[in-house]
Nanobody, 119 residues
Framework: QVQLVESGGGLVQPGGSLRLSCAAS????????MGWYRQAPGKQRELVAG???????NYVHFVKGRFTISRDNAKNTVYLQMNSLKPEDTAVYYC?????????????WGQGTQVTVSS
């Protein structure tokens, strides 16, 4: 069974750092795209950062310079290093991926990991 498993969320003070991980497991042929979204209470889910199918990293403007996305292709894992965290970064962070499996390309979401930035 193909799935995305996230880890690394938690409670951190403003200005602190967290590193999120998302591992894709199962019978995967290719990872076409992979990235991170977030959803704060009462708000819509929004893109934070991601890798496109051509390997380029994209960031939403309000995390540029603070967040860094990286990947380990051998482990089918993508990371999100979050520095200089602000209270407004508080949200559930979801991993998202377009994975090529035996039956074709499918879109997957992780279960989400809570990030809380508070003093």
């Amino acid at each position: 069974q193909v799935q995305l498993v996230e880890s690394g969320g938690g409670l951190v003070q403003p200005g602190g750092s967290l590193r999120l991980s998302c591992a894709a497991s199962g019978s995967i042929f290719t990872i076409n795209a992979m990235g991170w979204y977030r959803q704060a209470p009462g708000k819509q889910r929004e893109l934070v950062a991601g890798f496109t199918s051509d390997g380029n990293a994209n960031y939403v403007h309000f995390v540029k310079g603070r967040f860094t996305i990286s990947r380990d292709n051998a482990k089918n894992t993508v990371y999100l290093q979050m520095n200089s965290l602000k209270p407004e970064d508080t949200a559930v962070y979801y991993c998202n991926a377009d994975l090529e499996i035996e039956s074709g390309v499918r879109h997957y979401w992780g279960q989400g990991t809570q990030v809380t930035v508070s003093s």
